[in-house]
């Protein structure tokens, strides 16, 4: 049987969490053309099921919920939890718990890969003129950042262990556009972002990687050549916003480690919801 393309890639059933959210509301339809069922999750509202769709609404600190979520399902694209800095506590259960009681029910399974939502804040507190490679040793910025890095370790000992592969996207900004002077550099479009997500599911051969997520922006604070085989070529650039974001910013203050840091504003405990 050969391998999958982007092109042809296709799913008896892929599972989206945190459907709800604002990448997930990006990737729902268009993860849809990909698969016979797209079962869509979220602890939020998620509207009424589409042609094709699933809804199943848990809580993925639920660990009964979220065995009950993987039920035959093939592939994963894992972007439930907190999306932002918040108190440990609540961190601990959607982030932490949660992603373990994703791993363990995909496990069970006998779930194909996990595509996981991490955070360029796994590298937070980095300096901004440090070009780094995923295998740089993580510095988190903050407890969400402590807790991507928790499940990337999670997602690496579930494929030591049980050959349960995993595609770790440590996501830079993906908003419609970028936003400020670091977003230049960090700013993933959700064009990219899809193409970034599709090349992550159809890789033939990942085991565990681990690469950032950005698209081909003029400036760049990573270097993603270890993860060439998963074959993610980004088309969208941050340049034709510069000149907007430079002037909503016309300065920076080279003494704020908010400034100088790749994790932004993360470094100084925020932003939270
Ligand atoms: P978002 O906050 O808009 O979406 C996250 C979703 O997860 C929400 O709909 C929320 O209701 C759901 N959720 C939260 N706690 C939950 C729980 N206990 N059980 C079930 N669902 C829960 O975030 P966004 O921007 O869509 O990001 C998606 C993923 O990508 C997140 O994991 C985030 O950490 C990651 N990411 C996003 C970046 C971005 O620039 N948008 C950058 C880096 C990482
Ligand atoms: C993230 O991890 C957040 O989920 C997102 O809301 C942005 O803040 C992004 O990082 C960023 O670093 O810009």
Not at 18 to 35: I, M
Not at 101 to 117: D, S
Not at 218 to 239: F, I, K, L
Request: aromatic share 8%; with cysteine.
């Amino acid at each position: 049987m050969s391998a999958p393309t982007t092109s042809s890639l296709r799913f008896r059933r892929l599972l989206l969490t945190g459907a709800a959210g604002g990448l997930g509301r990006v990737l729902r339809p268009r993860l849809k053309t990909r698969c016979d069922a797209l079962r869509v999750s979220d602890i939020a509202e998620l509207g009424a099921a589409a042609p094709g769709e699933e809804v199943q609404r848990a809580d993925l600190a639920d660990r009964a919920a979220v065995f009950a979520l993987l039920k035959d399902v093939e592939a994963v694209v894992h972007l439930g939890g907190l999306s932002t800095e918040h108190d440990f506590d609540a961190i601990l259960q959607a982030n932490i718990v949660g992603s373990y009681n994703v791993y363990e029910a995909a496990r069970r399974a006998g779930t194909r890969r996990i595509v996981f939502a991490s955070s360029n804040h796994v590298t937070g507190f980095y300096r901004q003129d440090e070009v780094l490679t995923p295998a740089a040793m993580p510095r988190p910025d903050g407890h969400y950042g402590l807790s991507k890095a928790f499940g990337e370790n999670l997602a690496q000992f579930y494929w030591d262990r049980y050959g349960l592969e995993t595609v770790s996207l440590r996501i830079g900004s993906s908003f419609p556009e970028p936003k400020d002077r670091r977003m230049l550099a960090t700013w993933l479009s959700y064009d990219d972002l899809e193409r970034l997500v599709v090349a992550a599911l159809a890789a033939p051969v990942v085991g565990h990687t681990v690469m950032y997520g950005m698209s081909d922006n003029a400036v760049a604070w990573w270097d993603n050549s270890s993860a060439h085989h998963v074959g993610y070529r980004p088309q969208d650039s941050s340049e034709p916003f510069r000149a907007a974001a430079e002037a909503r910013q016309p300065a920076i203050d080279l003494r704020d480690p908010a400034a100088v840091c790749q994790g932004g504003a993360f470094v100084r405990n925020g932003p939270f919801e």
